[in-house]
């Protein structure tokens, strides 16, 4: 390849991955230090002298977050003072602040049970995929009654909603409790691959002519009948 075609030299891209890798790390560390600053923040009324509701929602208006990211900054703030291990690691370039956040929402539910260095562990080895689902189980482990109660409120929590546009389009937005999301996913991925070399459809296409895919199919075989609510028990 032509490196002046490009504009990029031979090997560049070892230097650039590197490059990447230490901005990474910087950014982490001053995610945990906004984690710090939001908890601190957190404790005092500031939020409520400039007409917010709580500090979640300050920072969403004022810094351009979301709620669940401003949520978990200040829940690693709050318990960064417990997480020597991993803040160290986290330093260290061992794991990123994606994973320190897991760490702290599990130790903000399980408190003193937190088996830090067993999750650290986990943590150096692990995507956040995988370690998210880590972190479920050692919550579990620890405290089964809360995660119970915590997947019943989930699924007390699963919506769907349909809004129409002018132009008959139709807009989804909804929320699904970890199975039931898990179970949508596990539906829809098999219909979502590409269907070969010539399919140049983005992956939310994908995804949204699998969900349509699926439904004409149910259509074709007859409306389904509607099933009794299923409650949840714990």
Excluded at 5 to 33: C, S, Y
Excluded at 57 to 80: F, P, T
Excluded at 117 to 137: E, M, N, P, V
Aim: hydrophobic share 40%; proline share 3%; glycine share 8%.
């Amino acid at each position: 390849m032509d490196a002046g075609v490009w504009g990029v030299a031979p090997r560049a891209g070892e230097a650039i991955a590197a490059e990447l890798i230490r901005r990474r790390q910087k950014i982490d560390q001053d995610e945990l230090e906004f984690s710090c600053l939001a908890a601190q923040f957190a404790q005092t009324d500031e939020y409520d002298w400039q007409g917010f509701e709580s500090p979640i929602a300050w920072l969403k208006a004022n810094c351009h977050m979301s709620g669940g990211a401003a949520s978990a900054r200040i829940c690693a703030g709050q318990q960064a003072a417990h997480l020597g291990q991993s803040s160290k690691a986290m330093a260290a370039g061992e794991i990123g602040f994606a994973h320190f956040a897991l760490i702290a929402r599990t130790s903000a539910a399980v408190g003193e049970r937190l088996d830090e260095g067993k999750l650290l562990g986990q943590a150096r080895k692990q995507t956040i995929a995988r370690f998210h689902d880590s972190c479920y189980h050692a919550r579990h482990a620890a405290d089964p009654k809360g995660c119970a109660a915590d997947e019943a409120e989930g699924v007390e929590a699963r919506s769907l909603t349909f809004a129409n546009s002018d132009d008959g389009m139709v807009y989804v937005n909804g929320m699904l409790d970890k199975v039931g999301g898990a179970a949508v996913q596990a539906a829809l991925e098999p219909l979502a691959q590409r269907t070969g070399k010539n399919d140049d459809r983005c992956r939310e296409r994908r995804v949204a002519d699998a969900l349509v895919e699926i439904c004409m199919h149910e259509l074709d075989h007859g409306v389904p009948s509607r099933r009794p609510h299923m409650q949840v028990t714990t």
